[in-house]
């Protein structure tokens, strides 16, 4: 990192701890879930940015991940931050199974099967094989922690932090994955997959991992969105909880990892502003969105704030 | 005045430039070639003619520059083209084909009686007529490409290397009905050819066209007679 | 045995549907090589136009054929202004853009009708026709139609030039343009009449599922299952696999599994068929001698 984006980053980090101090608690319990999404769409940039392969289910595996906390915590009483990695775990075999057969699957078919996947997945968590764990149609109601050690915070604040200090982890964990000789196989089999087999990539085995990683980042999402809300139940996580996820990477950027944050701000706060007009309101303008976006600005936020930052970096050297 | 003039014309694939400049003419009623190697742009000049690459410069269509049009346009005017690897529509009939080919035009009972008049012509086609075309063999295909372009009833028939893959017998047959069809059809050709021996046989005027210019051009028995042809392209 | 033969009479009525839809979708992906994920929402909403339609007092069957129509026009108009923008781009884009479509169609659906659910009238008599007792008349009147809408799909791209065009334009676009066809529009009215037979497909199901915004996301499930199941490519398949799944759905959800696992038949016959067997169990093995 060049001295100036340390800089960038510790300005960011102080702003986001400050930020439990400054608003409300409903305001940090939305910001909490801003960091929720930010590791969810991290997950989906992972298998649709990086490694091209789309995914319109993402939804499931988030709430694969909410389920697991939710069992975990209400059936087993296991505390909330040991489920975390037990629901990150259950994902990223989930993801890498459902990664085996999406192997022989090329771009508009892994589509399709993960678009039947989110569709249908709602109907299988109310199934009354399940209904004693899931709860079926009522879902789960779990209790919000409260800060440990005494410390002198309420429990949206402390449930900030914790995700906070989560998505760190997770963020800085993805960084040098793709930065890294995997992220590197992972590109080069969207980019060309024949000419990355040839040149000794495994492209089965980096293609069920970017998948298994992938739901994993997704899963952990859902864990830590379930915590904060307090409730799963079936019919929050139908397809358009996936095509919110492709909403956000579209519009934060796909392949930047930055992109995630933007996205996580976007589809948390846009449908809030404009729910005041319609319940459908910020639907009709996701879409319009996502349209806007593929034609005027692929890249997204993040690839236009890098556009921005070259050009003025440009002017100013010219001057 | 010439059919089909061309001055000036350039054209590029993407950043690669093809054609620096080409110029030439024919007259109405003639068959023309176009000679030269692989990768000299025969094929493109073809392809530039009917709207299908990105080109510069000027084409006149019986006085009307016809560049800047759609190629549904160009064959509208009478151009049938027909071209490299002879685009059979390979999933529908043989006939089917064929009525593709006078798809632009609105007289019915000529229609069919030019459907008659193609068989005639092929009689194996009329053969296959029900056939998927697509299991049809590549010579078969070639009278397919060739029919097809004549059901538009063009003034100008493009041939993209009609002999290319053919036995030589099957050649002669083809050869011996394009120019059938240019003598009582008055239909013009311009035909790109690799076989210069056989193009020159069949042609009337030649242009020959080397890393996309006219480097030569006569008729067809002063380009037989010149020296550098006769050495690098009949071989003898 | 007499619940049985109900279920899959009822089967194949609701697998005429699918296969309607099936049909639209396959129409799309043989001129373009896309699944349209929007199919199924655009058929929702020339329903919901039915219904304002029948709702401002049109008798049934003109409000049908003034959707029809409606939905044509639409179908046209959304391949021009929409899709043709991203015609060769990356297929991640071009699948964002139909899910945008698919978002807003219902999203404005639902803010010009609400979200209550409503009745959608069924045009045949709530007495079983002919006297048989295993199918409403809804069932055999909605088979009837979607037989009718096959036929007559048939009947234009087997017999008309048009049709033929637009054949040709899908499977060669390059020679189409070089036989005069202008393969833009014709790409054009092949969305054109997908979304006509949607609509119809829509209409037909509407009475059974009541109509909201959401009445087609598990339809179109089917509706790939059933294209997926006959092969992408090949309209006759789709056709089959649509009565097919519908049985299938029936009959196993009735049976074997129980209802509220139904939609999981469609899951698992679409990622078992493509895994399996990509192209479909009657996907076109063509001839080619070159």
């Known amino acids: ?319 | 005045m010439a059919l089909l003039e061309v001055t000036q014309l350039h054209a590029a694939y993407g950043q690669t430039r093809v054609l620096h400049g080409i110029s030439f003419a024919m007259e109405a009623g003639s068959i023309t070639t176009l000679l030269g190697a692989n990768g000299a742009g025969k094929t493109t000049t073809l392809r530039a003619l009917c709207a299908m690459v990105k080109t510069q410069g000027d084409i006149r269509f019986a006085g009307e520059r016809i560049d800047g049009r759609a190629t549904e346009d160009i064959v509208r005017l009478g151009i049938a083209h027909v071209p490299d690897g002879r685009g059979t529509f390979v999933n529908l009939t043989t006939e089917e084909n064929l009525r593709l080919g006078a798809y632009t035009r609105r007289d019915g009972e000529a229609v069919e009686a030019d459907l008659e008049r193609v068989y005639g012509y092929f009689p194996r086609l009329k053969e296959r007529r029900a056939q998927q075309a697509g299991t049809l063999s590549g010579g078969e295909q070639q009278m397919l490409a060739v029919s097809r372009g004549l059901m538009l009833r063009p003034k100008l028939m493009l041939l993209d290397e009609p002999s290319f893959g053919l036995a030589p017998l099957v050649v002669r047959e083809l050869f011996a009905i394009l120019r059938a069809v240019n003598e009582r059809e008055r239909v013009s050709l311009l035909v790109v050819e690799q076989n210069a021996a056989l193009a020159l046989e069949l042609a009337d005027h030649a242009y020959l066209i080397e890393t996309g210019r006219v480097v030569l051009s006569g008729t067809a028995d002063e380009i037989k007679r010149n020296d550098a042809v006769r050495s690098s392209y009949l071989g003898y | 045995m007499e619940a049985f033969l109900h279920q899959v009479l009822a089967g194949l009525a609701t697998g005429g549907i699918y296969a309607s839809l099936a049909l639209a979708l396959v129409m799309i992906y043989q001129a373009t090589h896309l699944v349209n994920f929007a199919q199924g929402e655009m058929a929702m909403f020339s329903t919901y136009i039915a219904w304002s339609l029948i709702d401002a007092g049109l008798p049934y069957w003109a409000a049908f054929a003034l959707t029809v129509v409606i939905a044509f026009v639409l179908g046209v108009v959304i391949e021009r202004v929409v899709i043709r923008p991203v015609e060769n781009a990356p297929v991640l884009a071009v699948v964002v853009v139909f899910i945008a479509l698919l978002v807003i169609l219902n999203s404005v659906t639902g803010w010009i009708y609400t979200y209550t659910i409503k009745t959608f009238p069924s045009p045949f008599p709530e007495q079983p026709l002919f006297g048989i007792k295993y199918m409403s008349s809804h069932e055999m009147g909605a088979i009837g139609v979607t037989l009718a809408v096959l036929l007559l799909l048939y009947a234009f791209f087997r017999f008309t030039p048009l049709g033929l065009a637009m054949r040709a334009a899908a499977q060669n676009p390059e020679s189409s343009r070089l036989v005069g066809i202008r393969v833009g529009w014709m790409l054009a009215l092949g969305w054109g009449l997908a979304a006509a037979v949607g609509s119809v497909a829509g209409m037909m199901v509407a009475p059974i599922v009541y109509l909201d915004p959401n009445m087609m996301g598990g339809i179109l499930l089917y509706a790939f299952a059933a294209a997926l199941v006959g092969g992408v490519d090949n309209p006759g398949g789709a056709v089959f696999g649509g009565f097919l799944v519908g049985v299938l759905e029936n009959v196993l959800g009735a049976f074997v599994i129980g209802n509220e696992l139904k939609l999981a038949v469609a899951l698992v016959l679409i990622i078992g068929v493509l895994v399996v067997r990509p192209s479909g169990f009657f996907g076109k093995v063509y001839v080619t001698r070159v």
Request: hydrophobic share 55%; net charge positive.
């Open chain 1, 1 to 319: 990192m060049s001295r100036r984006q340390l800089i960038v980053l510790a300005v960011v980090l102080a702003l986001a701890c400050a930020l439990p101090f400054l608003v409300s608690n409903y305001r940090t319990f939305q910001f909490t879930l801003v960091l929720v999404y930010a590791i969810a769409l991290l997950g989906l940039n992972i298998l649709t940015g990086y490694n091209g392969q789309i995914s319109l289910g993402h939804g499931a595996f988030y709430a694969i991940g909410a389920y697991c906390t939710a069992i975990l915590m209400d059936k087993f009483g296991v505390p909330y931050w040991a489920t975390l990695p037990v629901a990150g775990a259950v994902c990223l075999v989930a993801g890498f199974l459902f990664g085996l057969p999406a192997l022989r699957l090329e771009g508009l078919y892994l589509a399709l099967a993960t678009f039947a996947l989110g569709v249908s997945l709602p109907q299988l968590l109310k199934n009354h094989h399940v209904e004693k764990w899931t709860g079926g149609v009522q879902g789960i109601v779990i209790s919000k922690p409260d800060a440990p050690f005494g410390l002198p915070l309420s429990p949206d604040q402390w449930l900030y932090f914790f995700s906070l200090a989560v998505a760190i982890l997770m963020f800085a964990l993805a960084r040098n994955l793709l930065r890294g000789r995997i992220g590197r196989a992972m590109v080069a089999i969207r980019d060309h997959h024949i000419a990355a087999e040839t040149m000794g990539v495994d492209t089965a085995m980096v293609k069920s991992l970017s998948f298994g990683v992938s739901a994993m980042y997704t899963g952990v999402a859902g864990a830590l969105g379930a915590i904060a809300v307090q409730f799963v139940a079936p019919d929050s996580f139908n397809i358009f909880l996936s095509i919110v996820f492709l909403v956000g990477i579209v519009v934060g950027g796909l392949a930047s990892i930055t992109g995630a944050i933007y996205g996580a701000l976007f589809i948390q706060f846009v449908p809030n502003i404009a729910d005041e007009l319609s319940k459908a309101a910020p639907w009709a303008i996701f879409g319009v969105f996502l349209i806007l976006f593929v034609y005027l600005m692929p890249a997204g936020v993040a690839g236009a704030l890098r556009m921005a930052l070259a050009r003025w970096q440009a002017k100013r050297q010219n001057d």
